[in-house]
């Protein structure tokens, strides 16, 4: 399973101050491919809400199986 994220900077500066990361509500996702088809969801919701030049970089984690601890 797989979470997306995206990280969003103002296009020029160099601050984490002129970031804002997004962390998925809909996953996870089965396979990587999936994940990376929501984070170009998420990248065109995050473009046409924040109308600034933006540079994106996006992970898809692989989420670490949970299960009853016996």
Same mark, same amino acid.
């Given at each position: !399973?797989? $979470?997306? =994220?995206?990280? *969003?900077?103002? =296009?020029?500066?160099?601050? &984490?101050?002129?970031?804002?990361? *997004?962390?998925?509500? /809909?996953? &996870?996702?089965?396979?990587?491919? /999936?994940? $990376?088809?929501?984070?170009?969801? !998420?990248? *065109?919701?995050? *473009?046409?809400?924040? &109308?600034?030049? =933006?540079?994106?970089?996006? +992970?898809?984690?692989?989420? +670490? &199986?949970?299960?009853? $601890?016996?």
């Amino acid at each position: !399973m797989f $979470k997306a =994220m995206v990280l *969003a900077c103002a =296009m020029g500066t160099f601050s &984490p101050d002129t970031c804002v990361q *997004a962390n998925d509500l /809909e996953g &996870p996702y089965a396979t990587r491919e /999936e994940c $990376k088809v929501r984070i170009e969801e !998420m990248i *065109a919701g995050i *473009a046409a809400t924040i &109308p600034a030049p =933006m540079n994106f970089h996006y +992970k898809c984690e692989q989420q +670490k &199986p949970e299960g009853i $601890k016996l």
